[in-house]
């Protein structure tokens, strides 16, 4: 794989369905050699943990509202 938008493809499709193996080792073979790419793939996968973590997290919003009904 020589091109980086084929490299950034493939790490968005990896979110969303496994990589065969010939993706995962041309993947693997860009990211040696392309920084900005390495760069760009440890974002993505940042934000996907960032989107989990405050996926889980209750609604601060809805908490506070019902904690202060709570409290009369």
Known sequence: MKKC???TRLM?????RPLTAAEKMALRTHLLMCGSCRNFSRQVVALRD??????????AAGDTASKADGED
């Open 50 to 59: 960032f989107a989990r973590h405050f996926s889980r997290q209750p609604d």
């Open 12 to 16: 968005s499709d990896a979110l969303e």
């Open 5 to 7: 938008r084929g490299a």
